[in-house]
């Protein structure tokens, strides 16, 4: 079992920054992969960006070379800086945990991005 607990999500201007948090519950060594996906009313989750337990990652096209994910394994923290936001990075954002056979989800925070 882990809990997966996000913070950071709020409202900015477009241009502007956020940083979200996702602390784990447990270890983040032991997990296959952890990451980011985002979800809009109406609309499937979307993967944003993920990294995988030997530090390589990967990005959705629409986020390459603004969102930048990173992990702190000391406490149990993924990261997703988001820079140069726009309108269309407004949506719920969800960590995710993957520890196999099971993917753990935290509660969402929502990011609102005004023009």
């Known amino acids: 079992q882990v809990e997966l607990v996000e913070s950071g999500g709020g409202l900015v201007q477009a241009g502007g920054s956020l940083r979200l948090s996702c602390t784990a519950s447990?270890?983040?060594?032991?997990?296959?992969?952890m990451g980011w996906y985002r979800q809009t009313p109406g609309k499937q989750r979307e993967l944003v960006a993920r990294?995988?337990?030997?530090?390589?990652?990967n990005y959705a096209d629409a986020v390459q070379g603004r969102f930048t994910i990173s992990r702190d394994n000391a406490k149990n923290t993924v990261y997703l800086q988001m820079n140069s936001l726009n309108v269309g990075d407004t949506a719920v954002y969800y960590c995710?945990?993957?520890?196999?056979?099971?993917?753990?989800w935290g509660q969402g925070t929502r990011v609102t991005v005004s023009s």
């Open positions: 995710y945990a993957a520890l196999s056979p099971w993917i753990y």
């Open positions: 447990r270890s983040i060594t032991s997990m296959q992969g």
């Open positions: 990294i995988t337990a030997g530090d390589t990652t």
